[in-house]
């Protein structure tokens, strides 16, 4: 679908503080879904480092 194992991996665990659209766009059109489906927003995980 044009998106790395590596960056997939680092989706799956939460490593990554950003996403670029033509990435997300990849993943739901492979999915058939909309962002909201597989995206949360935690306000308290903000600016913290796990």
Known sequence: MG???V???KMK???ISAIRFSTLEAICDAL???P??????D???L???T
């Open 3 to 5: 998106v790395s194992n």
């Open 32 to 34: 058939d879904c909309q």
């Open 36 to 41: 909201g489906d597989i995206l949360e927003y």
């Open 43 to 45: 306000p308290d995980a």
């Open 7 to 9: 960056n997939l991996s």
């Open 13 to 15: 665990t939460g490593k």
């Open 47 to 49: 600016g913290k480092e």
